[in-house]
C-alpha cells in the first residue's frame, strides 16, 4: 500500500490548513499521527473499523473526512497552535492488522 500525502506547511496561531492522504488501494482503515520535536509518536484522528476517533488535543478543531471512491482522506486543522507543530504521518491498517504509513509532512504553527 502506497500512501501519497500532500505538503504540509507554516502557518500563523489560529490559522488552518489542509491535509491530504491518498492510498493506492482501497482501504478503510486509515488516519493520521503526529510527531513533535523529542517526542513519540501520537494519534490525531482516524476511522476505525467504521467509527471515528479523535485525539483529545485536536476535538473541535481539527476534522477527519474521506472520499471512498478516491481513497483518498483528508485532515482539516482549524484554530492551529503551537503545540501543533509536528511531522503528520498519514497511516493505513489492513483488515489482518498490516500497518503502512507515509513518509510525513511537516506542519508548522508559528508566529
Known amino acids: 500500500v502506497q500512501l501519497a500525502e500532500s505538503e504540509g506547511g507554516s502557518v500563523q496561531p489560529g490559522g488552518s490548513l489542509r491535509l491530504s492522504c491518498k492510498a493506492s488501494i482501497t482501504i478503510f482503515n486509515m488516519g493520521w499521527y503526529r510527531q513533535a520535536p523529542g517526542k513519540g509518536r501520537e494519534l490525531v484522528a482516524r476511522?476505525?473499523?467504521?467509527?471515528?476517533e479523535y485525539a483529545d488535543s485536536v476535538k473541535g478543531r481539527f476534522t477527519i473526512s474521506r472520499n471512498i471512491t478516491s481513497n483518498t482522506i483528508f485532515l482539516q486543522m482549524d484554530a492551529l497552535k503551537p503545540d501543533d507543530t509536528a511531522v503528520y504521518y498519514c497511516?493505513?491498517?489492513?483488515?489482518?492488522?498490516?500497518?503502512?504509513w507515509g513518509k510525513g509532512t511537516l506542519v508548522t504553527v508559528s508566529s
Open positions: 476511522f476505525f473499523n467504521g467509527d471515528l
Open positions: 497511516n493505513a491498517r489492513s483488515l489482518v492488522g498490516q500497518l503502512y
